[in-house]
């Protein structure tokens, strides 16, 4: 983020796009491509009731965390221009906001009162922000339990959110005595789960301390099977995945490996930039780790992974310009670094590797051949490039024997209770009518056995 020199410098000048390139060659930015930040400023050109905030990401070139700073100097730079005055549009939106003074200076100082990704705040600090930001319904949708819209289960469910290790590495740094980090040598983080605050950027809250003792080694893992396998293959309903596999009439699930490499981009990319930015590639490295399971892991890169690099090379080689489209038909929300990271963790050539053989890029020729006479600038053709992406031979893929089902590695990510009192039933939301009997009543003993008759295929 600029200094307050910087912001001095922005209340001085005339807020378009003529502002930009000057600040960029001054640095300002950080690692922010300059194109990342043109596109921030012109997604968000306030349009009165029009909502863009999905095109940001779209047809950029940055980390997640450079475009996500790009957008707060941007919102700066809006911020100078904005008609705040009582009777404008946005003058009586802000009337009944919480964080509101009076006055643009406030509202411009609200932007740094955020917190960075790998931050763990405590529970005062996210209940002064949550009422500023009157976040009380998304607040409580997030402790909500998840029930059964078919009342058909006693159980509820709701998802966990865990810290990352990296942000739990930082917080114990930062409180230890500057005395006592210098004497560390290393240290080993296994992201063992998903975690909140977008995790696979949090490396760069490391830099600091890697600067500060150039002795100090991270050695940061990250769980193939059981964080970039999952987020690939997260649900939004337990109730529906659960049913689905738990179904005898259908196959029992298997991982799906079209979006693996959209997964491990966010990873790999953003080692990349953390590195940019200034981390001793002496002291970090990023391993990709396939434990308990590194034959599967093998397999799904070189079906998977190693497949969507070359269709994604052969994508820029045909169709130069589509990557960098900004509308939702595009296949714009894949890193523009992708291919790049994905080359440096296959031959170890950056602070990346696999523990496990990454295999190696598909024919490109192969794909290129495929796209010809395609019309991608019409709907049809974009349609039929976008299952020339997702159809691939072999995309289902199971853990091996001896490790838990897909389905129990899944519900992992879920916390789980009876329903069964009524302070549960009013917690979790639910109307005390539209749930089972009560447990240990006869009434309860025969809805569990009606339950049970129905999902062994006999009429309830």
């Given at each position: ?437 009560i447990y240990g009543t006869r009434s309860y003993d025969t809805w569990r056995n009606s339950i049970r008759a129905s999902s062994h295929g006999a009429p309830s």
């Open positions: 983020m600029p200094v307050d020199s910087d912001l001095k410098r922005l209340d001085s000048m005339p807020l378009g796009n003529p502002v930009l390139p000057e600040l960029y060659e001054d640095g300002i930015f950080g690692d922010a491509p300059y194109e990342t930040l043109t596109a921030c400023y012109e997604s968000l050109k306030l349009v009165p009731g029009v909502a863009v905030w999905d095109q940001v990401f779209r047809g950029t070139t940055g980390s997640r965390y450079e475009i996500t700073h790009a957008v707060k100097f941007t919102l700066r730079l809006v911020a100078q221009q904005l008609d705040i005055k009582s009777g404008s549009d946005l003058g009586e939106f802000l009337v009944g906001w919480r964080g509101w003074k009076g006055n643009r200076q406030e509202l411009i100082g609200f932007l740094d009162e955020c917190y960075e990704p790998w931050h763990i705040p405590s529970w005062s600090d996210l209940e002064s922000m949550g009422r500023r930001l009157e976040d009380d319904d998304k607040w409580s949708r997030l402790q909500s339990w998840e029930v059964d819209g078919r009342k058909k289960s006693s159980v509820a469910y709701r998802s966990k959110y865990r810290f990352s290790a990296a942000a739990v590495a930082i917080r114990f740094l930062h409180r230890l005595p500057r005395t006592k980090r210098l004497s560390l040598r290393a240290l080993s983080l296994r992201e063992s789960h998903i975690a909140v605050g977008f995790q696979e950027c949090h490396s760069r809250g490391l830099i600091p301390f890697c600067k500060e003792n150039p002795r100090l080694r991270i050695e940061h893992r990250v769980s193939m099977l059981t964080n970039i396998l999952q987020a690939a293959n997260m649900f939004y309903d337990a109730y529906s995945f659960k049913a689905r596999a738990e179904d005898p009439n259908k196959e029992r699930p298997s991982i799906n490996g079209n979006g693996v490499f959209q997964k491990v981009s966010d990873w790999s990319v953003e080692a990349l930039s953390t590195v940019n930015a200034g981390m001793p590639t002496s002291s970090y490295s990023l391993i990709v780790d396939g434990e308990p399971a590194r034959d599967l892991c093998s397999e799904v890169f070189q079906q998977s992974v190693q497949r969507s690099g070359a269709f994604f090379i052969a994508v820029e080689r045909c169709f130069p310009r589509l990557l960098e489209r900004r509308d939702p038909t595009a296949f714009s929300l894949i890193q523009r670094r992708a291919v790049e990271a994905l080359t440096h963790l296959t031959h170890e050539t950056s602070v990346m590797r696999c523990n496990f053989n990454p295999g190696q890029l598909w024919n490109i020729d192969r794909f290129v051949e495929d796209f010809e006479g395609l019309a991608i600038d019409t709907a049809v053709g974009m349609l039929a490039l976008y299952h020339k992406h997702k159809t691939s031979e072999g995309s289902g893929f199971h853990p091996p024997i001896p490790l838990s089902s897909w389905l129990d590695l899944m519900m992992d990510n879920c916390e789980s209770r009876e329903i069964l009192t009524y302070h549960y039933r009013c917690d979790a939301g639910m109307n005390p009518k539209d749930v089972p009997p």
